[in-house]
Each structure stands twice: as structure tokens, then as C-alpha cells.
């Protein structure tokens, strides 16, 4: 069973910046393809970063692109999400995702990750 862990959430002012964290636990963290998905109150969870395998790939919502970084530290078995200049418009519940095949490519649509964290909630001040 994998089990995934974020934290890094918090309260921040419109301008700043916070650093997510997910450790995925079970197999060997270099097989996974990870993302990072945010659900804001009243809306669908959606799409915001993701990265291949390797880490050699990455891919970016449009409303992240330039702001963001996910990165994935294979040594230390831990996904990060750097977020800067974040903008009220940012504030959701974040959720790591993860999932396991062959290729090294990154995932975008929700239904192709079959392991999720728990949650952690970022909230951008005006």
C-alpha cells in the first residue's frame, strides 16, 4: 500500500512563497511518475504540475507556468512543489499524486494517478 504524505501548506500573503513536500512510501520512489493537483472550495480539482520518472520532464498548468517549480529529489524520495509569487487565486487544498508504468512520461489527467495525499491547504492573503 502506498501511502503519500505532503506538508508545507500554509497561510501566506499574495507575493510570497511556500515549498510543498511529499514522501511517498512503499516501492522504490524513482518508479513513480508524480503531480501535484489543488481543489478550491466549490471547484473541481484540477491539473497543476507534474513530473516524469527520471525528473527529467516536467509539465505546467497555464495559470502556474513561471511561478511554480516541481522537482523530484530520487535520493532523498521526496516531490517538491516551489511556488512563488503566489496570487489569492492560488488558495486550494494541494494533493500529491502518484502513479507506477512503463516510459518515463509525465501525467496530466487525474484518472491515470492511483495513489493520493491527504491534502495540505494553502491559503494566499490580498
Known amino acids: 500500500q502506498v501511502q503519500l504524505v505532503e506538508s508545507g501548506g500554509g497561510s501566506v500573503q499574495a507575493g510570497g512563497s511556500l515549498r510543498l513536500s511529499c514522501a511517498p512510501s512503499g516501492r522504490a520512489f524513482s518508479s513513480w511518475f508524480m503531480g501535484w493537483f489543488r481543489q478550491a472550495p466549490g471547484k473541481e480539482r484540477e491539473f497543476v504540475t507534474a513530473?516524469?520518472?527520471?525528473?527529467?520532464?516536467?509539465l505546467y498548468a497555464d495559470s502556474v507556468k513561471g511561478r511554480f517549480t516541481i522537482s523530484k529529489d530520487n535520493a532523498k524520495n521526496t516531490l517538491y512543489l516551489q511556488m512563488n509569487s503566489l496570487k489569492p487565486e492560488d488558495t486550494a487544498v494541494y494533493y500529491c499524486?502518484?502513479?507506477?508504468?512503463?516510459?518515463?512520461?509525465?501525467?496530466?489527467?487525474?484518472?491515470?494517478?492511483?495513489?493520493w495525499g491527504q491534502g495540505t491547504q494553502v491559503t494566499v492573503s490580498s
Open positions: 513530473i516524469s520518472k527520471s525528473g527529467s520532464s516536467t
Open positions: 499524486a502518484a502513479g507506477s508504468n512503463s516510459g518515463d512520461y509525465v501525467r496530466s489527467r487525474r484518472a491515470e494517478y492511483p495513489y
